[in-house]
C-alpha cells in the first residue's frame, strides 16, 4: 500500500473534527512530500533537529508538532516554526518557549503531558503537577505561549482495557481542568492515540491521533 492509500484509509476511520498528525519521525522528506501531496498538511517529529531540517526542505504550509521529549535548550532550534508543542511536562519549559517565542514575536501552542502510562519510562505530570503548573503565578506572564489542551501516551501492552483505562483518565482529568480558562489557558486539544489504539482513543474523547507507522510503514531505527 502506498503513503497515499494508507492515509486514505484511515481519514475513513477518523471522524470529522479529529486533527490527525501524521508522525514522520525518521522517515525521509521524500515520504512526507507525498503525503502532503495526498493533502496531509500536519506532520509529527520527536526530533528537534530532525524536523528542522524537514522544515526547510518542505513546504512552508505545513504544520509541524513537535511530539516528543522537549530538553530546554533545544526550544531555539524550533521556536521560529513550531505549531504545536505536544509534551510539555514542566513550568521552567514553559518559561523558555515563551522567551524564545517572544524572540519571534510568536505564540506558540503547547500541551501539558499526563503521565498515564504504567511504565516509569514515559514521560509526563501526574494529576497534581500538572494542576500546580496551571496554578501556578507565574503563568500570567507568559504572554506567548497559549496552553491548548493535554496529551497522554498509554502503555505499550496487549491489555485493550489497561489501555482503555489510561485513555479514559486522562479524558476525566481533562474534564475537571477544563473550567477555568484564562487569555494563554483555553484547554480545547486531547491528544491520545497511535497507530495501535487510535480507535480506543478516539472513542474515549481523543480529538487529536499521532499516526505514524500506519502511514509510514514500520520504522528503522539505525
Ligand atoms: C512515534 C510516536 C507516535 C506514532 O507511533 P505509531 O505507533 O507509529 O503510530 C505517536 N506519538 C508519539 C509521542 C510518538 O513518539
Given at each position: ?12 476511520t ?6 490527525l ?15 502532503y ?13 530532525e ?43 514553559l ?7 517572544q ?32 496554578n ?23 491489555n ?6 489510561e ?21 480545547k ?34
Open positions: 500500500m502506498s503513503i497515499k492509500e494508507n492515509l486514505n484509509t484511515i481519514q475513513k477518523i471522524p470529522k473534527g479529529i486533527t498528525v501524521a508522525v514522520s519521525k525518521t522517515k525521509p522528506a521524500t515520504a512526507i512530500q507525498e503525503a501531496n495526498a493533502g496531509q498538511r500536519v506532520f509529527g517529529e520527536n526530533r528537534i533537529h524536523m528542522a531540517k524537514k522544515y526547510e526542505a518542505l513546504p512552508k504550509d505545513i504544520e509541524w508538532h513537535m511530539i516528543g521529549h522537549v530538553q530546554r535548550n533545544k526550544v531555539k532550534y524550533m521556536a521560529h516554526f513550531v505549531t504545536l508543542i505536544h509534551a510539555v511536562d514542566n513550568l521552567k519549559l518559561e523558555e518557549i515563551n522567551k524564545q517565542a524572540k519571534h514575536n510568536r505564540i506558540i501552542n503547547c500541551l501539558l503531558q499526563l503521565k498515564i502510562a504504567e511504565e516509569d519510562s514515559k514521560h509526563g505530570m501526574n494529576e497534581s503537577e500538572l494542576i500546580a503548573v496551571l501556578s503565578d507565574k503563568l500570567v506572564n507568559y504572554k506567548h505561549i497559549n496552553i491548548v489542551g493535554l496529551m497522554g501516551m498509554a502503555t505499550f501492552t496487549e485493550q482495557q489497561q489501555i482503555i483505562n485513555f479514559n483518565y486522562l479524558k476525566t482529568v481533562f474534564d475537571k481542568l477544563n473550567t477555568n480558562k484564562t487569555f494563554n489557558c483555553n484547554l486539544t486531547i491528544s491520545m492515540g497511535m497507530s495501535g489504539d487510535y480507535e480506543s482513543a478516539i472513542n474515549c474523547g481523543s480529538n487529536m491521533v499521532r499516526i505514524g507507522s500506519s502511514i509510514f510503514g514500520n520504522r528503522n531505527y539505525n
